[in-house]
């Protein structure tokens, strides 16, 4: 399966894959095109995408209205003091991301309440791994109950999120990690996947989805990526 994932997964809508809309917030946090003209810049020195879009959003109560229940709705915990309402909004059969790794905002979190995300009504429960987030912190995410795992956020550097390529590497080590040794998970292996052989290789490694974003910037590629996919399915 394809994932699109945030920011093109709010504008782009692709039949066979599914849309991650978000990241949203339990307060709405306005601004989003200003900060994407802003700060969304390619940098040469890094060889990817990097932004300080910061999670502006519209919130959650927005997204639980507008965004279709077959697709996914990425909510962040910036604190744990977060948690709470979140569950008491969000219905128990909404297909969610938790995006507990946003470098530009999300604060360290203890997370010790995430697993009362899980039930059994829910398609997709994912969590969304930073790429600097070590093995035994997500192993704390799987004891919690989860098995559906997207790998991975940006990478933080001083100007920001480093998306693209850069975060292939991240990928790759958590991917392969997972694998190996929690065989019943579900993984979402992404990093700027252009191309059809950059699928492949994280399959090799143990991908079974694959998440797809700032690809879109390269519109050609995408589109000779997308009929090599449904060529595949």
């Known amino acids: ?19 991650i809309y978000g990241s949203f917030t339990v307060e709405p ?7 994407i003209l802003k700060t969304l810049r390619y940098s040469f020195k890094y060889h990817g995408w990097v932004n300080q879009i910061g999670l502006r959003n519209k919130g959650i109560d927005w997204a639980l209205v507008n965004v279709p229940n077959n697709h996914v709705v990425s909510v962040a915990i910036m604190h744990d003091s977060d948690i709470p309402p979140l569950l008491q909004k969000i219905p128990k059969h909404r297909n969610i991301e938790l995006n507990v790794s946003c470098p530009n905002v999300v604060k360290t979190t203890k997370g010790d309440k995430l697993g009362n995300f899980i039930n059994d009504t829910r398609k ?3 969590i969304k791994l930073s790429p600097k987030m070590s093995f035994s912190q997500i192993d704390y995410f799987y004891n919690q109950g989860f098995r559906q ?37 579900e993984l979402i292996g992404g990093g700027g996947i252009t191309r059809w052989n950059d699928v492949l290789d994280l399959q090799k490694i143990g991908a079974n989805h694959f998440s797809v974003s700032t ?3 390269r519109p050609l590629r995408m589109i000779s990526l997308y009929y090599k996919y449904l060529s595949n399915k």
């Open 1 to 19: 399966m394809f994932f699109i994932s945030p920011p093109f997964g709010n504008y782009i809508e692709l039949p066979k894959t599914i849309r």
């Open 29 to 35: 946090r306005t601004g989003i095109l200003t900060q």
């Open 124 to 126: 997709w429960c994912i």
């Open 149 to 185: 795992f997207h790998c991975s956020n940006t990478v933080p550097v001083p100007e920001g999120g480093l998306s693209g390529i850069a975060v292939r590497t991240y990928s790759e080590k958590q991917i392969a990690y997972l694998r190996e040794k929690y065989p019943d998970t």
């Open 215 to 217: 690809g879109f910037l």
